[in-house]
């Protein structure tokens, strides 16, 4: 993969997609469907086909990808990514545009609780004091400090925390 | 030298030069001019009663410098040039200039401008002139032989042609058998005739009738006069210098006399060792002695060394009737010195097992093209039946994958253009004979791009051959079934499809050969730079459109698939071209050349490689002297004259004989020593290719800019040193514009970019020295640019207004 | 004594005290040292990546910042940790105006990610480090030939570019992990296939069949139980196993174990100190295979 992008004012979505992307772009795809029959989720459901949802951008429907439901259904499985003969970074592309979608409002409800469980606890998935507690009756060493305060500096310099909170003022 | 007597010879075009420059204030000013014994004047000098003229003043000896001033001056020049050469005189003491273009196109609404600016082009040619030292031309010798490398069907045509011609030519192939790739091909698009047609290339010899082909063992194709063939042999290394190549290569024992073997077969029935034949993709099996099909070139059977017990069993030198069978026979080494080669080494299918999801390393039933047209072959290992190699039977499904490595960014990124037609023709063939077989072609595009190749789709649609658009992600094997299941999203239908198949037909990618690879590490040890192979490894020509089948290399031509994959007429004609190119090279049995190249002073030189090392031709190697010194040396064969040795050489140690820095400079005088006109001198300093032709482009095309500025051509701006820059302002100019070929098209390879970086060199420089660095400028353009460099030249004058004039102080 | 930095991520420590429990008794007897470092976070998996790629890539350097400062490797047990990890690592040492952009995210937290550590996965430290035959040796309780179903998940292999653990269309390194144990690996349909981990809570029905597809595959294979390498790939065939039931009406009943409670079993380890009542779908046909 290519990570090599500068700072630059992305003044189109494709431009935007392709800065979130790291400098990938999608448009070497030439719609040989090699993804599409890769992806166990097309195989499941139509609901989902990565061949088409890049065929949507680069038509330039980014509308209808960033509010549909689509790109919420990639499992992130990397099939793709390994066969694609034109080195698409297709599992890359679906995070980029879930990027897109959730600056833009477009948020399935359990990922405001992962925004929120970093936020507040560091992790995605909290560790409850109880099964903290539990640690030693296992035979466990106890678990050391997590780093939310780091984590929030973090979250404070890529504005992450901004996003989230957007969030929260309109639920 | 003697005495320098100048004869100017003024053209006014038929009349129409003097409606914009005073000629006779042009006659006046060209006659004071120092050494300038004669000073003419007619409609036009580069042919007619001109020419005789100028040729009349050399014969008599009243001039031996020659300068005009001439219309379409590449044209003239050249004619000029003959003429005084037949006059008597050494032709490179002419200097051309061209004041249509140059000055009364391009100034028309202010002609007293453009007389003066005329005047200092005229200047400027004579002072150069008087500087001009003769060029003598050197002859070099070209042997008229030529070697062939690769017997596919690529070079036998390339060898053909140039025996045909009186040439004698040494045809090499590296396998015990002629015919390449394509013999094993079986057919052949668009024509539907077999591959042993195609090995008999067309010969014009007198056994041969008109007709337009006949199989090779009756095309009389190794009688051929000059025309001596090595199979089984390869290429051990290569030496020398165009027009004298020496050529070392290594025959392999065949272990079986070319004289005495009759091809009858009895050997073969004793042999008692038996391998996979690879020529059949493996489908069957031939002994340690063999022939693999019976109508190859030579015909003569093999001994293949790898697996024979030799003296262990020699059974089958019992059993030769003529004694055929030596197994003691030796490698021989040959050396031959030749005058041209031509590659033609072929390529071959991409590795299908690296891409694992189509498991063609483990599954049997997954082949390849090539290995389908064994199967297709009548002579092949399955007597024409199309079976799947598991189980021997006839296979009734058949999936064709195409894109098998190619337009893949992980391996091929190049569409191997010919793989569409294979896969159409082969399942055309194979629907036509057992029209009972289901075949189905999955693609990305179909590509059908020659004459008659649509036909191939059409006909394959008609015939019920399916086609679905998508390129599968893997095949699979039914355990229990054995049957492969090829897994692939139909994106028009957009449905996934499990298909089922007997047997899956993957089109590969097509690769540069192993030979090919090969010859690249021996070809290296000629020249110093990297110009043989293209980043996807094939043979790479010099320029795709006017050279297809030359490389940098002067004399080693290169042709067919090696250079990439195409089609059997395709080939054809590549190999005709490089013949020609080949045979024009050696007929007249010598290069002849000019000395207008590189010199060294080896007073100067000083141990350092830069020369060398920037050279785009590989012209200067460093030699040894006596004192644990080396200098530099310039073959002025593989010389270009483009100067870029000298714009490199940090102690000014080598010089152009006919661009030397003192003739620059009084040529840089010249034209900065007249202004005549309002406005700042500007010098544009144009190398002799794109640069150029804009300046002459914009005077063509009548653009306007004004006549302040003055232009010099130099043959590369590569041969350009910073302290020239500095001179030029110098000599009086307030502007310098430097004008050459894009960065990635300088027509030397280098020159252009060597350039840009000395302008901005000289410009920190400039600004050191308290002079606004825009005054200097580089400029890339191409002919049909003109426009733009009118604009550059106007915008440069503005700028100097804006800048004022510049002030230099005399240094004591 | 090899020492790595233990990076523990969330769903472990949080919900699998069974997997760690065998990981570090399996580790600690085959004599690799695990360092537990302070401020770890989360290391930023998909759900983080689809909110802001920055975001993880930033929160993934850090982590492994704190692995350069303490001098040592980082060795993971998630595969999904695995990927966001190492990944991470091999994007920033590759592209110097990436790290430097990443290292300005960073800046606030007092850490520069240097580039000089290697994140790795467990499996690779068993196969580098201590190796197969060294392995074999070490097993005091061969498992009788318990017929496993290797389950890589999608995160040990793929993007096989970056993680480099094994052949990405071929891998063998569990199959040869889980035979040195005396089990035998057993071949199933599409092994390599994703689990449905990750959509888990937000399409359950796509997960769920995702994970029906692969109980009935090892099942069909005849595999006494199923050896997972991520905590995200147990759940969603032990918990998801009884939701495959209620949802499809189809029962398995086929124990799933991660890798190193096989691995801790092998290693002479009491059944009763890996916690394994935890698993939803219980073990004791496994535990007595084996005994």
Not at chain 1, 72 to 81: F, I
Not at chain 3, 158 to 181: F, K, Q, T, V, Y
């Amino acid at each position: 993969m290519n990570y090599g992008s500068e700072e630059k004012l992305a003044s189109t979505f494709a431009e935007e997609l392709r800065q979130r992307m790291l400098g990938e772009t999608i448009t070497l795809c030439y719609q040989c469907g090699t993804c599409a029959s890769s992806c166990p989720v097309a195989k499941i459901t139509p609901s989902f086909n990565p061949r088409e949802v890049i065929k949507l951008l680069l038509l330039g429907e980014k509308d209808e990808v960033i509010s549909g439901e689509a790109i919420w259904l990639c499992c992130s499985c990397y099939n793709c990514d390994e066969r694609c003969p034109q080195k698409v970074a297709i599992p890359l592309a679906m995070f980029a545009l879930r990027n897109i979608a959730f600056k833009e409002g477009y948020i399935p409800d359990i990922y405001s609780e992962f925004a929120s469980a970093i936020y507040d606890n560091g992790r995605i998935v909290t560790i409850s004091k109880f099964v903290e507690k539990k640690r030693p009756t296992l035979g466990l060493p106890p678990l050391q400090p997590t780093g939310v305060d780091a984590i929030r500096k973090i979250l404070s310099a890529t504005e992450f925390d901004k996003l989230q909170l957007k969030k929260e003022e309109t639920s | 030298m003697g005495e320098v007597k100048v004869g100017v010879f003024l053209a006014d075009c038929g009349n129409q030069l003097p409606e914009i420059l005073d000629f006779k204030a042009l006659n006046d000013f060209t006659k004071k001019v120092s050494d300038v014994v004669l000073v003419d004047r007619s409609n036009e000098f580069w042919r007619g009663e001109g020419l005789q003229t100028i040729m009349t003043a050399v014969r008599d000896g009243t001039i031996n410098r020659v300068v005009v001033a001439e219309s379409l001056p590449k044209l003239s020049e050249v004619n000029i040039v003959q003429a005084v050469e037949e006059a008597g005189l050494n032709p490179y003491l002419v200097e051309v200039i061209d004041l249509k273009d140059h000055c009364a196109w391009p100034h028309r609404e202010t002609p007293k401008e453009a007389t003066e600016k005329a005047k200092a082009m005229l200047l400027g040619a004579i002072e150069r002139a008087k500087l001009l030292d003769p060029i003598e031309k050197l002859e070099f010798p070209v042997l008229k032989s030529a070697l062939v490398i690769g017997g596919g069907i690529a070079g036998m045509q390339a060898a053909v042609d140039l025996a045909d011609l009186g040439f004698e030519v040494h045809l090499v192939e590296k396998e015990p058998f002629l015919g390449g790739l394509a013999a094993r091909a079986s057919r052949f698009f668009p024509t539907d005739d077999c591959a042993t047609c195609i090995q008999s290339p067309a010969s014009d010899v007198k056994t041969i009738t008109h007709t337009s082909r006949k199989c090779v063992y009756r095309s009389g194709f190794s009688e051929i006069p000059n025309l001596s063939i090595l199979a089984n042999s390869k290429i051990v290394s290569l030496e020398g210098v165009p027009g004298n190549y020496k050529v070392t290569i290594e025959k392999k024992p065949r272990y079986v006399d070319e004289q005495k073997c009759v091809a009858c077969d009895l050997c073969t029935t004793v042999c008692p060792i038996e391998v996979p034949d690879e020529y059949n993709a493996k489908l069957n099996s031939r002994k340690a002695i063999y022939m693999n099909v019976p109508n190859l070139h030579p015909p003569v059977y093999v001994i293949d060394e790898s697996v024979c017990k030799f003296h262990d069993c020699a059974k089958c030198v019992e059993v030769c009737p003529t004694n055929a069978i030596d197994l003691d026979q030796k490698s021989e080494r040959i050396t031959l010195n030749v005058g041209s080669i031509i590659v033609a080494t072929g390529f071959q299918e991409f590795d299908s097992s690296i891409i694992k999801e189509y498991h063609y390393d483990d599954y049997p039933d997954v082949i390849t093209n090539l290995e389908l047209a064994r199967m297709i072959d009548g002579f092949g290992p399955t007597d024409g039946m199309i079976i799947r190699p598991s189980t021997r039977k006839p296979a009734k499904k058949i999936v064709f994958i195409q894109c098998v490595g190619s337009r893949d960014r992980r391996y091929n990124p190049y569409c191997s253009s010919i793989c569409c037609m294979i896969s159409l023709k082969h399942a055309t063939l194979i629907k036509s004979a057992y029209p009972d077989t289901d075949i189905t072609i999955c693609y990305i595009d179909i590509r059908t791009t020659g004459r008659e190749h649509e036909d191939y789709y059409e006909k394959a649609r008609e015939m019920g051959i399916k086609f679905v658009k998508g390129r599968p992600t893997e095949i699979s094997r039914d355990s229990e079934t054995g049957r492969l299941i090829v897994d692939v999203e139909d994106a028009l239908l957009r449905r996934f499809l499990e298909l089922d198949a007997d047997l899956v037909v993957l089109a590969p990618a097509m690769v540069p050969s192993e030979g090919t690879k090969e010859l690249a590490q021996i070809v290296r040890s000629l020249s110093r730079f990297e110009a043989f192979l293209d980043e996807d490894g094939f043979l790479k020509e010099y320029n795709a459109k006017l050279r297809p089948t030359e490389t940098k290399l002067r004399g080693i031509y290169i042709c067919g698939g090696a250079t990439f994959p195409k089609d059997a007429p395709t080939t054809s004609l590549h190999a005709h071209s490089a013949a020609l190119k080949a045979a024009k090279f050696m007929t007249t049995g010598k290069i002849v050349k000019d000395q207008r190249t590189a010199v060294v002073n080896e007073e100067y030189c000083g141990d350092c490689v830069f020369c060398p090392v920037t050279c785009p031709y590989g012209a200067i190697s460093l030699v040894p002297t006596t004192e644990e010194h080396f200098v530099a040396q310039v073959s002025d064969l593989m010389c270009e004259g483009c100067g870029i040795c000298v714009g490199t050489c940090p102690l000014n140690a080598i010089e152009l004989r006919h661009s030397r820095p003192t003739q620059m400079l009084a040529q840089m005088k010249a034209l900065t020593s007249v202004n005549g006109t309002s406005k700042p001198l500007v010098l544009a300093i144009c190398c002799s290719e794109c640069g150029g032709t804009v300046v002459d482009s914009s005077g063509m095309a009548m653009m306007r800019y004004p006549a302040n500025v003055r232009i010099m051509k130099v043959p590369c701006t590569g041969i350009l040193q910073v302290h020239q820059f500095l001179e030029a302002f110098e000599v009086g100019a307030q502007g310098v514009m430097v004008v050459g070929c894009k960065s990635d098209g300088c027509h030397y390879e280098v020159g252009s970019q060597k350039a840009e970086k000395k302008v901005e060199l000289a410009r920190t420089l400039l600004k050191e020295y308290g002079i606004a660095p825009e005054r200097l400028e580089m400029l890339n353009m191409v002919f049909i640019e003109g426009n733009k460099f009118a604009e550059a030249a106007q915008t440069m004058t503005e700028r100097l207004e804006k800048l004022g004039p510049l002030q230099l102080t005399e240094v004591s | 004594m090899t020492s790595y930095a233990l990076f523990l991520g969330c769903t472990i420590p949080a919900r699998q005290p069974n997997y760690e429990l065998s990981a570090r008794k399996a580790l600690s007897k085959l004599g690799i040292e695990l360092v537990d470092l302070a401020n770890m976070t989360c290391c930023a998996p998909p759900p983080v990546q689809s909110i802001d790629l920055e975001t993880s890539f930033a929160v993934a350097a850090y982590n492994i910042c704190l692995a350069e400062e303490a001098n040592l490797d980082l060795v993971t047990l998630c595969s999904g940790c695995f990927e966001s990890l190492c990944a991470a690592n091999v994007a920033l040492k590759h592209s110097p105006a990436f790290k430097a952009k990443i290292n300005r995210s960073l800046s606030k937290t007092g850490k520069e990610f240097l580039g000089n550590k290697e994140v790795k996965h467990y499996l690779q430290v068993l196969r580098d480090d201590i190796g197969l035959k060294r392995l074999k040796q070490s097993v005091s309780e061969p498992l009788n030939n318990l017929k496993v179903a290797a389950f890589y998940g999608c995160h040990a292999l793929r993007p096989s570019g970056h993680l480099r653990l094994d052949d990405p269309e071929r891998p063998s390194i569990l199959e040869n992990s889980i035979e040195a144990l005396g089990a035998e690996s057993v071949e199933y349909k599409n092994k390599l296939k994703c689990c449905g981990g990750l959509l888990r809570g937000l399409s359950d029905e796509i997960a769920l069949d995702l994970a029906r597809e692969k109980l009935a595959n090892t099942t069909k294979a005849g595999a006494d139980c199923i050896a997972t390498l991520c905590p995200f790939c147990f759940v969603a065939l032990d918990i998801g196993q009884m939701q495959v039931r209620s949802k499809f009406q189809e029962t398995y009943d086929i124990p799933v174990l991660h890798y190193t409670e096989l691995l801790a079993l092998a290693l002479g380890v009491d059944p009763k100190e890996l916690a394994l009542e935890t698993h939803k779908i219980k073990v004791d046909k496994v535990i007595n295979k084996i005994s």
